[in-house]
């Protein structure tokens, strides 16, 4: 199976500070990574797919980069609204065993 | 609109069953795959299992092969999740997703979730 690793865990930061989360593949996964953010209580929400493309509606301080085995998910001013948990997910594994990453946390 | 609603959740003991039920609008699962997604209190996202579009590929995390069983209902466009012997670690919200597409999927809608709960 394809491991998941994010970092880091938690993350303290404030308003319009700029912040980045990396999430790490045990092996090449090309650009088949999506990033979600999910609030307490809610479900997910995908921000970023094919590692760098933004999904609809999102706003545009939130991007992403990276491929192969390492991705980085870039907020580039933080805003009370994007407090929440992020999490990565591959799909680049031939058996389709999909994977997300343990999570990071985003907090004042 | 792609509406997704999930149901059937509860309190089961190890070794029982429950089956779970995805009930999905706005969309139909003959052209989209469906995927359960879970996550114990306090913890991450676990994927748990994929249908492809009109059920002919099926997907399980070595984590709950053997024991859930997935399949879909295109006259209800509905996706189950049949869960067997359960264990105490199957407890968690149980999600189920839209596979935005269906090669390298990412998941584009979520519906809210059901709580299973199992106790020893």
């Known amino acids: 199976d394809i491991q998941m690793t994010q970092s880091p865990s938690t993350l303290s930061a404030s308003v319009g500070d700029r912040l980045t989360i990396t999430c790490r593949a045990s092996q090449s996964i090309s650009n088949w990574l999506a990033w979600y953010q999910q609030k307490p209580g809610k479900a997910p929400k995908v921000i970023i797919y094919d590692a760098s493309t933004l999904e609809s509606g999102v706003p545009s301080r939130f991007s992403g980069s990276g491929s192969g085995t390492e991705f980085n998910l870039t907020i580039s001013s933080l805003q009370p609204d994007d407090f929440a948990t992020y999490y990565c997910q591959q799909s680049g594994a031939y058996l389709r065993l999909w994977t997300f990453g343990q999570g990071t946390r985003v907090e004042i | 609109e792609v509406f997704l609603v999930e149901s059937g959740g509860g309190l089961v003991k190890t070794g029982e069953s429950l089956r779970l039920t995805c009930e999905v609008s706005g969309f139909t699962i003959t052209t989209y795959a469906v995927t359960w997604v879970r996550q114990a209190p306090g913890k991450g996202l676990e994927w748990v299992s994929s249908i492809s579009a009109g059920g002919d590929y099926i997907y399980y995390s070595p984590a709950v092969q053997g024991r859930f069983t997935i399949f879909g209902d295109s006259s209800k466009n509905s996706v189950y999740l049949q869960m067997g012997n359960v264990r105490v670690e199957d407890t968690a919200v149980y999600y189920c997703?839209?596979?935005?597409?269906?090669?390298?999927?990412?998941?584009?809608?979520w519906g809210l979730g059901t709580l299973v709960t199992v106790s020893s």
């Open positions: 997703a839209r596979d935005a597409r269906q090669s390298h999927p990412y998941f584009d809608s």
